[in-house]
């Protein structure tokens, strides 16, 4: 299953790559990111403007490392976001002008189920990544897990949206190789509105 998390990662390495300026280094003890919150038993029910907090035009300060001992990477880029079809759903357009890249974020609600899905799109690829990441908001922190596997051994992959407020959020790309025991932080994003 190609989700979220492979596509940051392909295009983050191919872009790597490419010979980009080395970005600015920080105090590693600034990067390191809080415990994931455990996955509920009954997720709350997800309601039409969950994701509204995210409506309008940001800047966004990511930071993102290959592997949990590689070196965390810094660059900057952009997103506009809004809502549709009355919070039903919300659509994020990530623009990283200095790796070249761009791509969607749609959000869905299903209403019967009351269950969010987070579904990725690559402007290179065009193609919208088959299965949503389902997930719901506990507490003010969106939780969106899946679980796959990679070089042929399961793995969660998941999408943490936290620290919202009305002018800044956070987004963490994590993955879990052991059923949800430990976490790989690999994809931060810092959110401020521009």
């Known amino acids: 299953m190609m989700t979220r998390r492979r596509f940051l990662a392909a295009t983050a390495t191919a872009t790597t790559a490419g010979g980009c300026a080395t970005p600015p280094r920080f105090d590693p003890a600034l990067l390191e990111p809080d415990a994931v919150p455990p996955r509920p038993a009954t997720p709350t029910p997800g309601r039409p403007g969950d994701f509204d907090f995210l409506a309008g035009e940001w800047r966004i300060r990511h930071r993102f490392r290959k592997s949990p001992t590689a070196a ?8 506009t976001c809004w809502s549709i079809l009355g919070g039903v ?3 994020e357009e990530l623009r990283i002008p200095a790796r070249d890249f761009s791509g969607m974020g749609l959000r869905l609600l299903d209403r019967e189920k009351r269950v969010w ?12 990544a088959p299965a949503g990441m389902p997930g719901s908001f506990e507490a003010g922190v969106g939780i969106f897990l899946v679980e796959d596997t990679e070089d ?4 969660i992959s998941g999408g943490l949206w936290d620290r919202i407020t009305r002018d800044s959020c956070r987004w963490r ?12 932080h690999t994809w ?4 401020r509105r521009a």
């Open 72 to 79: 965390w990477e810094v660059f900057e880029g952009e997103a």
């Open 89 to 91: 759903g919300s659509v």
């Open 117 to 128: 899905s987070d579904h990725w799109v690559n402007a290179k690829g065009g193609v919208i």
């Open 152 to 155: 042929g051994k399961p793995v």
């Open 173 to 184: 790309q994590v993955a879990s190789r052991d059923g949800g025991r430990t976490w790989e």
């Open 188 to 191: 931060l994003m810092d959110w």
